[in-house]
């Protein structure tokens, strides 16, 4: 069995994808800022994919800016705002405690430079409501910040109530989408998004390329300053091939959304109910809005980067937001969010399905996975001691 | 995953000497979940020789299979001589860790040391606390 697990991390690229891109990389290579044919021919697929991107978002498609990725986008969107913020004297930002850090780590530069910036916090299941952002505004205000869908524990954020609270008090909104784009629903207009960003490996398109939606009216500041590309907005040649690839891959997901998150959901409910029946584990995130592939949990006991490495040598490629693989101590920000204490936070384990997975590839991990977590609790001193009473189990 | 050597991976696949000693002379537990890790032996003790080790470990791969060479590497052996192996020893068995999972093996030299010194508390034998680890002594965890 081989089994890939881990596509909230990347996925394969599809079909459509990679054939969309092929053309773009011996046939039709020029620049699409030269002006002979060659040139032009790429600049004519740029504006193509820019039109489909921008058609499948609801919006306009010079409110699109080509960038290398989710997290340039992010860190621009941010960026971008704070600067407008600024010279009206607003230097407040609110954001959650559990975004990406492309996000958290931009707004800690910014709090350097004299910004206040607000977590909100997100509660055991993982969630941000509107009323809490509706609270935390202020005069001074100059944007929120709010993941659509958290790449760790898949809760999914109330983004269109979100948008409609922003709107009304006239701040603007970003949304971090990487995780939500093709999977979910996506109407700029409708959620009333100023913002939003997005990255093409997290729906089957080719990796380290991008894109940010700009509301029009919304001065956008540079991060990489030169030529004149993406209305000298971002420099640099544009990435052709990967562009039009994204484009591919983002109208194939979006078409088959609906279809693939129906099936998706019913793996990943099979897998959840299969997990819960594990003594002392937990899922994480929330149960009802929540990505439908995202599996979560914490197994009490054991240590999260050695259940990945021996599922791994059973064809399981999954994830955890085990400290130990990263090489930090400090475990995942996003379960200390939601309240996990350290002890149990080191010992999770994160699934994340794409339309790929197969029912009997659930079934062989609803095996595999139990014996695995029975396996290190086997040999794992904590265990024990709670085991035999001599400590008290933190997840019942 | 080529995140670690051969040798760590057999001995995190196949861990020698995982268990419980009832009746143990000597345990040093390590460590703590909250940092990751955590790391039990249990030493048999006959006439000042290892006559039989096992471990139980929380941890990561370079944990489990860390406690599983150092047992390896001290069964059988004179207290004395089990005393002596550090932490560089048991990396150098395994082939080498990568650097921010040398702390692991500094457990497994550690919870030695403590096994050995609850070995000589429980019978009264005098020795030199300098030369025996004190978990607070140590930054790691930054508790
Ligand atoms: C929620 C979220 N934001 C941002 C990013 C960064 O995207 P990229 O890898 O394209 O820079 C990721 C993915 O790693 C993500 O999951």
Redesign the pocket.
Known sequence: MNIYVDN??TTRMSDAAVAAMMPYMQSVYGNPSSLHTAGQEAAEALVTAREEMAALLGCEPREIIFTS????A?NQAIVSAARIGQRKGKKHIISSAFE?H??LHTLKKLEKEGFEVTLLEVGSVGTVTAAQVAEAIREDTCLVTI?YA??EIGSVMPIAEIGAVCREKGVLFHT?A??AAGHLAIDVKAQNIDML?L?A??FHGPKGV?ALYVRKGILLTNLIEGGAQERGKRAGTENVPAIVGMAAAFKEACGLREQNAAYLTALRDKLIAGLSAIPHSVLNGDPENRLPGNVHFCFEGIEGESLLLLLDAKGICASSGSACTSGSLEPSHVLLAIGRPHEIAHGSLRLSLCPENTEEQVDYMLKAIPEVVAYLRGMSPVWRDMVEGRKEFIIK | MALYSEKVMDHFQNPRNVGVIENADGIGEVGNARCGDIMKIYLKIDADVITDVKFETFGCGSAIASSSMATEMIKGKPLAEALQLTNKAVAEALDGLPPHKMHCSVLAEEAIKKAVQNYYDNNGIAYDPAEFPNCHDCEHCGM
Do not use: F, P, R, T
Not at chain 1, 69 to 72: L, Q
């Open positions: 909230a991390a990725g989710g997290s340039e992010d990406h492309a996000v993941m958290n790449n971090d990487v995780q960003s990255s490996h997290k991008g």
